[in-house]
């Protein structure tokens, strides 16, 4: 288990120390929230349909499957999904990368 991960799913006495920062991101979140609502923030209306499966949880929670799994069943439907990710791990020198089925994995990430 990566490091992160293990922080994540395990107990430990200190890192209750990041509570207070819990409180503070919740606090930001709900305040951009409030912002966009308000229309102080600019929203983008793309011209396709878009589904973000994503959170808060690292590692092991199945998101990776879920999108192969989606993509399958919109294109079994009569879509054509695209999916978008950040290249965990890649090694390319420039951002963002395009993804084709003959590139390095090393790379794309």
């Known amino acids: 288990m990566k490091r992160l991960e293990y922080c994540w799913y395990t107990r430990r006495p200190w890192l209750i120390l990041l509570t207070p920062v819990s409180f503070i991101y919740c606090l930001l ?3 951009r929230r ?3 609502r ?8 793309l011209p396709v349909p878009v589904v973000v499966v994503g959170n808060l949880t690292v590692g092991g929670t ?6 192969g799994w989606l ?9 054509r999904p695209g999916s978008v ?3 965990y791990r890649g090694k390319a020198r420039n951002w963002p990368q395009q993804v ?6 090393a790379m794309v990430g």
């Open 85 to 87: 990710a950040r290249g």
């Open 38 to 45: 308000a229309g102080l923030l600019p929203r983008a209306r």
């Open 34 to 36: 409030v912002l966009y």
């Open 100 to 105: 084709r089925s003959d590139s390095d994995p």
């Open 71 to 79: 993509a399958r069943l919109l294109k079994q439907a009569g879509y």
């Open 29 to 31: 979140v709900r305040l």
């Open 62 to 67: 199945g998101k990776t499957p879920l999108v």
